[in-house]
């Protein structure tokens, strides 16, 4: 990290910005020693599959099958 010419936070530093930097709060939910939770509500979800992933499977294993032959 010394070589990348870019800042670097520990648990101490990251504290002393968040703490006097009113953007940053705005930006963070939550921190601990395991992280930082962005603030903006909850996780993003997986979307459900559509119908036509099925076809799209079903040919992919048909290519892979008669590639294999």
């Known amino acids: ?6 800042e670097h936070y520990d648990r ?6 968040y703490n ?8 963070v ?9 962005l603030a903006g509500g909850e996780a993003p979800k997986m ?7 099925q076809s799209v499977d ?3 294993d048909r290519a892979t099958k008669n590639a294999l032959k």
Not at 29 to 37: A, Q, S
């Open 29 to 37: 939910n939550n921190f601990d020693e395991d992280g930082v939770v």
């Open 12 to 17: 101490e530093s990251f504290v002393v910005a």
């Open 1 to 6: 990290m010394a070589n990348s010419e870019k």
């Open 47 to 53: 979307d459900e599959p559509a119908d036509d992933d």
């Open 20 to 27: 006097g930097d009113q953007r940053l709060q705005n930006l």
């Open 58 to 60: 079903s040919m992919a």
